[in-house]
């Protein structure tokens, strides 16, 4: 249905002038702020939650309502580091940047009690299920037919076996977007009784709900439309839009707050709804944010992006892919379903995902939130980021500049880590425009959790969670090699990074730097050598024979081929 035929949704007024403005779930708590730690998933509404938060509200610094790892630690009755983890992964997805956590030094981060709460009462989510790929054909195609691991997979059981296969595509933006509002439309009441304020009265007028608890449920939503400004839900609710900004609101009764975000629910879900009937029934855009990338043909499009929603990158097979900052809208990246390719997002961005990848290697340039890695195998990840968490991947290498202590969640295995290893010439703009701190580098520090993921949406076996996951072990010196990229930016904006900004460990920088002796050796030898032609063209060809090895044996001949299509 075209927008301009839309009835407008309940929170705007009909006027020629005013674009609907509809809510939406922010998708950053649900994608990037799950944490697989039991001990932290309620399963009974608010009803632990409420006696934890006034705990909490009294153990907490003045008006601000703030606690620190210590306090959380202690209510949960969790260990210090993943109470750290806990107040890590809340700044990671917080509504705002301004918020004190977002800019602490790790010893002075604390977090608002109200936020805690919006974070702890998610941990009940249930992600979609992923789909089957809507061309297994061409996964196929480009998925190896055998694996180290298939022996060892086959006698998974069913569960495991459905979470370990990476054969699958991430459900569409609009079938999550659906999938968290319809969460959010049935826990509702609980989420506002977080909220609110008891008061005296009968019943539900007991309890009322201020204009700044209201605001603390941006953790979860917002109004917003068509790449328009987020709305803070104060400024949308009528009850609260037109206060004096000289004189407190007056609280309003929890259930009218509620009956008002219901009614906005119900009205986005009905959106939605008319929008995916509308493509089902029609030609579709690759410029509307909720087109799959699955649905579009990969010789002509190789990525979307909607106004709201993350720039796409999926499909990409058999070649390389760069993306600079003027071609990315928006700041969060999804890299879905590409194999045996080079792919190069060398841009600043708040978030990053990278799922069901083979046989490829992927370049993030500066990530200033948090970077997702999901059911990928055989695949090299290079990224600058402030966090990582690693899902359900097997056999992958991840080069890393961290300011935070990678997160290994699901079914991993035969995982390698090493430090970061390459740059580009805006690299260290970028990496001060996100906030990723190059000085500090956590990536040999990895903290494993739980086998089994309870946000997946499949029963578990009871105590599987408990069951830690496998770690990654660090790259051997010997082996680590530096990354070289090409200068993509020839004929833009240069900039002055001409180094790799993470300082290498003591090991690494000893191994690089007897490479670089053993090179300038050889070469010496090589001039010394008296040789005739035929005995030179002899030497020459028995170096193409070692250096074409080396490149099938380290996966680096798919460079060469890529950089040749370009």
Request: net charge negative.
């Amino acid at each position: 249905m075209p927008e301009s035929d839309e009835q407008p949704p309940p929170s705007t007024p009909s006027t020629a002038s005013t674009p609907p403005v509809y809510i939406h779930p922010r998708r950053e708590p649900f994608e990037h702020g799950l944490l697989p730690i039991p001990k932290l998933i309620f399963t009974d509404g608010a009803q632990t939650l409420i006696p934890i938060r006034d705990k909490l509200l009294s153990l907490s610094s003045g008006s601000t309502h703030r606690v620190n790892f210590e306090a959380i630690a202690e209510a949960f009755q969790i260990s210090h580091d993943h109470a750290r983890l806990v107040i890590e992964t809340i700044a990671s997805v917080l509504h705002s940047d301004s918020d004190p956590s977002v800019t602490a030094k790790p010893s002075e981060i604390s977090v608002n009690v109200f936020d805690l709460m919006m974070f702890l009462y998610i941990q009940s989510y249930k992600r979609l299920l992923p789909k089957g790929h809507k061309d297994s054909a061409a996964v196929a195609d480009v998925w190896p037919s055998t694996s180290a691991f298939d022996g060892f997979l086959s006698a998974l059981s069913p569960l495991q076996l459905v979470r370990s296969n990476s054969r699958r595509s991430m459900p569409s933006q609009a079938d999550e977007e659906a999938h968290q509002l319809s969460y959010l439309q049935k826990h509702l009441g609980n989420i506002l009784s977080l909220l609110a304020e008891s008061v005296e009265g009968d019943g539900e007028e007991s309890l009322v709900l201020s204009m700044e608890k209201l605001e603390h449920l941006g953790f979860l939503i917002y109004f917003g439309e068509r790449g328009s400004e987020r709305i803070p839900l104060s400024q949308n609710a009528p009850f609260f839009a037109n206060s004096d900004p000289e004189m407190p609101a007056v609280p309003v009764p929890a259930a009218q707050v509620h009956d008002w975000l219901i009614e906005n629910i119900a009205s986005a879900l009905t959106r939605i709804t008319e929008r995916a009937s509308a493509k089902e029934n029609g030609p579709t855009s690759a410029s509307d944010q909720d087109v799959p990338m699955a649905d579009v043909s990969a010789s002509s499009v190789k990525s979307a992006s909607g106004p709201r929603g993350p720039s796409s990158i999926e499909g990409i097979s058999k070649s390389s892919y760069v993306r600079l900052p003027n071609d990315i809208k928006g700041s969060s990246v999804k890299v879905i379903n590409c194999h045996e390719s080079v792919i190069y997002i060398l841009a600043p961005l708040k978030y990053a995902t990278v799922y069901g990848c083979s046989d490829a290697t992927i370049v993030l340039g500066a990530v200033g939130k948090a970077v997702r890695i999901e059911h990928c195998e055989r695949v090299h990840v290079i990224a600058a980021a402030k966090r990582i968490c690693i899902a359900n991947c097997r056999e992958c290498v991840f080069f890393l500049g961290v300011n935070q202590t990678p997160l290994l969640v699901g079914d991993n295995h035969k995982l390698q880590v090493a430090p970061y290893n390459t740059f580009y010439s805006l690299l260290e703009e970028h990496l001060k425009q996100v906030g990723v701190d190059p000085t500090i580098n956590r990536w040999d520090a990895p903290v494993a959790l739980g086998v089994v993921d309870p946000h997946d949406s499949l029963s578990h076996p009871a105590g599987v969670s408990e069951v830690q996951t496998e770690s990654a072990s660090p790259v051997d010196p010997d082996q680590f090699t530096n990354f070289l990229i090409p200068n993509w930016f020839e004929g833009q904006q240069s900039g002055s990074t001409k180094d790799n900004p993470f300082p290498l460990p003591e090991a690494y920088l000893a191994s690089q730097q007897r490479k670089l002796n053993n090179l300038e050796e050889t070469k010496n030898s090589l001039k010394d050598i008296d040789l005739d032609e035929s005995r030179k063209r002899e030497v020459a060809a028995a170096l193409h024979v070692c250096f074409k090895d080396w490149l099938y044996a380290s996966g680096n001949i798919r460079q060469l081929y890529c950089l040749q299509g370009e």
